[in-house]
């Protein structure tokens, strides 16, 4: 039994020491193409890439404001990651007097049990955005048979709600569903907003596990990680790797996390260069093989004055 332990306690410690020594080496941005700056239309919030046969498949909020507060989910597809072909409208907002009848964005994908998930934010109506009355956030999904649809939405949504208490990090608005699949569950990471008063820099990360893709979702009690305005983790080895933008507590912001049990997150490094609201490839991301590894490229929210959101591809090269 000590022998086990020694050995246990040997291997978390040489991942936690190989974890602690990565750091951007470089980072550099190019064209998404046919999904860049465009007169009139905003698209933003991209999905995680997943490859399906010969295609990269992404998800993103599209409206003709620079939010996303009122957009439906749209989808494009790629041979190689760069140039992108927009095949229409993947997810359209919910009927009157649904929770999602105001918009359906924030978008994220997982392919399990071999069906297609795409889980979302939702708001309904009537719409407040600020101040005492904003209205609260919450995630669903919707399932298909391929990733090109048709997508059905699950009849338990929303499958993750705020708590309404403004005492919990999550009390108004939940959003930035992303999925791994972890010790044969799924974990859901995402960002709660505490109340009105809560600014974007005063987001947290926390998580919510189900034994299902449609749930029922537990969260976590607490937050995991004390930032992360846009939620980007993935399976790094044994554990989970979280990159943090410039939402959050001073010691998080623009840093790679690392928790080994997927919730007790350190730093691993500070980044100089990120993507803003990215997706990545995440090749292990759903096969719980425990050898995940950094990402090397996603696509992530390019803004420009003058233009509404687009997107465009970012790269990782790491040490």
């Not at 989808?75 to 927009?86: F, I, L, M, Q």
């Not at 795409?118 to 904003?134: C, S």
């Not at 059905?152 to 005492?167: C, F, M, R, W, Y």
């Not at 995940?292 to 591809?313: A, F, Q, Y």
């Amino acid at each position: 039994m000590l022998l086990a332990e020694a050995t246990a306690l040997l291997a978390a410690v040489l991942v936690v020491s190989a974890t602690t020594q990565v750091a951007d080496s470089s980072y550099a941005t190019s064209a998404a193409t046919n999904l860049g700056p465009e007169k009139g239309v905003m698209r933003r919030d991209p999905s995680d890439i997943v490859k399906v046969k010969d295609l990269y498949y992404i998800w993103y909020s599209k409206g003709a404001y620079s939010h996303g507060y009122d957009a439906t989910v749209w989808y494009a597809t790629s041979p190689d990651g760069h140039t992108w072909k927009e095949q229409g409208e993947a997810l359209a907002r919910g009927p009157k007097g649904s929770w999602d009848e105001q918009s359906v964005f924030t978008p994220n994908i997982l392919a399990a049990e071999g069906k297609y998930w795409l889980f979302y934010t939702g708001v309904g109506k009537p719409f407040v955005r600020r101040g005492p009355k904003k209205t609260p956030a919450a995630i669903g999904v919707a399932v298909a048979d391929s990733p090109d649809g048709p997508w059905k939405k699950v009849e338990a949504n929303p499958i993750l709600q705020p708590s309404g208490d403004d005492k919990d990090f999550d009390g108004l608005r939940l959003d930035d569903a992303c999925l791994i699949v972890r010790d044969g569950k799924y974990w859901l990471y995402y960002k709660g907003v505490q109340s009105y008063r809560t600014t974007p820099q005063q987001t947290k990360m926390g998580v919510a596990i189900a034994e299902q893709p449609q749930g029922p979702y537990v969260k976590h009690p607490s937050p995991v990680v004390s930032g992360g305005h846009e939620v980007l983790v993935w399976p790094y080895g044994q554990g989970v790797a979280a990159l943090i933008t410039t939402a959050g507590a001073s010691d998080v912001v623009n840093t790679l996390q690392y928790a080994e049990d997927g919730i007790t997150f350190s730093k691993m490094a500070d980044l100089e260069k990120r993507p803003n609201g990215g997706g990545a490839f995440r090749p292990e991301a759903f096969t719980d093989s425990g050898q995940g590894k950094m990402i090397d490229w996603g696509v992530h929210i390019k803004t420009k004055k003058g233009s509404l959101p687009s997107l465009e591809r970012f790269n990782y090269e790491w040490k």
